[in-house]
């Protein structure tokens, strides 16, 4: 029975990362930080509810606007604040940034979400 329990522990010895591994898996974990996170939650809540009352209230003073014009209308916003906060480095962050072998899967989602508007 000992001869198992010793197999056992040398097993679970072999298996577990070092101490220098442990260190290094450290420094490259993610802090989770569940006040920030609410806190977030609550932000994109209010924006979003904002977002839900404004297009209301231009549907409401404009009945003959059209769906795409609104849609046109919140992209390019979003693009100027992109803009604005990134301090036009746009570019570096969307696209120089992203994996060369997962562009091709980004390009086919984006055109598909834009096609998703239309129809």
């Not at 920030?36 to 979003?48: D, H, N, P, Q, R």
């Not at 390019?76 to 301090?87: C, E, R, V």
């Not at 036009?88 to 562009?103: A, G």
């Amino acid at each position: 029975m000992a001869a198992v329990d010793n197999r056992a522990e040398t097993n679970i010895q072999s298996s577990s990362p070092s101490h220098e591994d442990s260190t290094v898996a450290d420094d490259d974990a993610i802090n989770d930080n569940p006040k920030l996170g609410v806190l977030w939650y609550i932000v994109y809540t209010l924006k979003m509810t904002a977002i839900l009352y404004i297009t209301k209230a231009l549907y409401g003073l404009n009945p003959d606007i059209e769906v795409l014009q609104v849609t046109m209308m919140k992209a390019l916003i979003s693009i100027g604040i992109l803009l604005f906060m990134l301090n036009f480095k746009l570019k570096h962050v969307m696209y120089d940034t992203i994996d060369p072998e997962s562009k091709w899967a980004l390009a086919f989602k984006s055109v598909q979400t834009c096609v998703s508007i239309f129809i």
